[in-house]
Each structure stands twice: as C-alpha cells, then as structure tokens.
C-alpha cells in the first residue's frame, strides 16, 4: 500500500498543483482518489467505474424519494466524484488502460452529471424557490448531453482529417488549449456551490443550486459555440476531399 501511494504522489506530483491540468476541486478529488485508491488495488478498474456510477444511482434516488435528504445525496455524489478518478489510477497502476475504459467512464460521467441536475431541478421546482419555470430546466437538461455530442462529433471528424492530411493536424479537444482557465473556473463555481450546499444546507444557500445549473448552462453553451466556430473554420476547406475520398 505504501509502494502505491508513494508511486502515485510521485506521478502526480504536478498534476495535484492548482490549474495545472485540473480545476481546484479537480485536484482535491484527485488527491483524495489517491488516498482511497488502494482499496480497489484487486478490483478491474471498469468494475470501479461501475461502482462509481452505482454511487451517484443511489444517491439520486435517495435525494428524489425525499428532498430533505439532498445533502446526504450531494455528499454520496461526491464519493461518485472520487471514485471516477480512482478508475484511472488503478487502470494504470494495473497496466489495463483501454479505450473500452475510457469510453465508459466519459459516458458514466455523463448520466451521472445528468441525474445531479435532475435532482437539483425537483429540489428548486418542489420548494417553489425559483426564478425560472420548468420550460428552461428542460433545456438544461438537454444542452448538457448536447454539448458532449457536439464535442465528440468534433472530435471524430478532426482525428479522421488529421488520417488524411498529416501536414495539418487539427486538435480533436479544444477547451485544453483555447480557454482552459475559464473552463477550469466554470467548473470550479458549479463545485463550489455543491460543496456549500453540503455544508450548510439548503436553507442558507438553495438559490446557489439555481444559480449551479445556471453556470451549467452557460459551461454547455459556450463549449458548443466553441465546437461549433471550430469546426466551421477548420472543416469548411476540406470537406470536398473528404467527400471525394468517401
């Protein structure tokens, strides 16, 4: 176990520094699925992203069956939050990398994101405590999702330009090069809010999970404008080639 943590503080060492490559709550899971790690040294680290979903599964029912349990369900979100970057840990402390791994734990981020809306949405709508009606919480909901379609679209089409011209490689993930720190502070704000919802409760700070799915929205929205000016510039000139090659 000390030959585990001494590995990964090694390995990680800069990656732990503050918007180095992670928001500050990026870091603190981080360091904290470091800690935890060595519980799952035995386990397939598909299985740990599993459990990971599993986690946030639960703690959704547990906040949607009651409302007044939201903070024990925010709590076992952020276990959720932990293990998703433990899966990573063990799969190359283990030597089992996988595309297959990658895959699902982008997707299991997704739904488990998704499900965290869903329950700060029946919160605000069941306290009557919100300054917008059900009509926008809809589109929250579906942006979401949408962003990381467009983003995943982007991405195939660059990588499938970059097999065909070698000499102009386009970057298949922008938001690690073009406006990293604001990405970085978004995410950091919606944590936040999480994180004071936890501690405090709803009844100092429930307008802060209104104002989480807003800076949600705008996140998602400015990572498909993004996406979609990108693609506009980089695939407009080479669309011919690629239709005449198909």
Not at 57 to 71: H, L, P, R, V
Not at 183 to 210: K, R
Request: contains cysteine; hydrophobic residues 50%; proline residues 2%.
């Amino acid at each position: 176990m000390m030959n585990f943590y001494k590995n990964q503080l090694k390995k990680n060492k800069d990656l732990l520094m503050i918007y180095k490559s992670y928001s500050f709550f990026g870091s603190v899971y981080r360091f904290l699925s470091i800690v935890v790690s060595p519980l799952f040294l035995k386990f397939n680290p598909n299985l740990i992203s599993v459990f990971g979903l599993t986690l946030a599964i639960i703690g959704f029912f547990i906040g949607i069956k009651d409302t007044e349990n939201i903070q024990l369900a925010i709590f076992i979100f952020i276990i959720s939050f932990v293990i998703d970057y433990s899966d990573g840990l063990i799969a190359r402390y283990q030597n089992k990398t996988s595309f297959f791994g990658r895959f699902i734990d982008g997707l299991f981020d997704i739904i488990s994101i998704g499900l965290l809306h869903i329950l700060f949405i029946k919160f605000l709508l069941l306290k009557n405590n919100t300054f917008f009606d059900l009509s926008f919480y809809f589109i929250i909901l579906l942006i979401y999702p949408i962003q990381h379609l467009i983003l995943d679209r982007f991405s195939a089409l660059a990588r499938w330009c970059n097999e065909i011209d070698k000499k102009n490689k386009i970057q298949p993930y922008l938001r690690s090069i073009f406006f990293k720190k604001t990405t970085l502070f978004l995410l950091d704000i919606q944590h936040l809010c999480i994180w004071v919802t936890l501690i405090f409760g709803t009844n100092i700070s429930s307008n802060l999970l209104e104002f989480y799915l807003m800076v949600s929205f705008l996140t998602s929205i400015f990572g498909i404008l993004l996406y979609i000016y990108f693609a506009k510039k980089f695939f407009s000139n080479r669309s011919n080639k690629l239709d005449n090659l198909e």
